[in-house]
Nanobody
Framework: QVQLVESGGGLVQPGGSLRLSCAAS????????MGWYRQAPAKQRELVAT?????????ADSVKGRFTISIGNGNVKNTVYLQMNSLKPEDTAVYYC???????????????WGQGTQVTVSS
């Protein structure tokens, strides 16, 4: 069974930084796409950033230049990170890890989500 487990959320002051991590566990041979979405209260879930093939990145306009998505190397290659700098109160949301096109012992798996981690930006 494949699971995505996030960590790294918390409370930070405006202008501060946080790094989110999401580790995919299970008998995984590779993951095509990993990313982060977020959902603020009373708003729809929105895309934050994705990384395809471990190389090609894409960002929402609202986070470009402030957030960086990356994939771990070696023993943490099935881990995706989101480095968030210059955080703003409007970045407050639950952040969800996402993985698609997971090549696993169970075959090709699609559309997996983590449980979410809260990020609060407030003074």
């Amino acid at each position: 069974q494949v699971q995505l487990v996030e960590s790294g959320g918390g409370l930070v002051q405006p202008g501060g930084s946080l790094r989110l991590s999401c580790a995919a566990s299970g008998r995984i041979f590779g993951i095509g796409i990993m990313g982060w979405y977020r959902q603020a209260p009373a708003k729809q879930r929105e895309l934050v950033a994705t990384i395809t093939g471990g190389v090609v990145t894409s960002y929402a306009d609202s986070v470009k230049g402030r957030f960086t998505i990356s994939i771990g190397n070696g023993n943490v290659k099935n881990t995706v990170y989101l480095q968030m700098n210059s955080l703003k109160p409007e970045d407050t949301a639950v952040y969800y890890c996402y993985a698609d096109k997971i090549v696993s012992a169970m075959g090709l798996l699609r559309d997996y989500w983590g449980q979410g981690t809260q990020v609060t930006v407030s003074s």
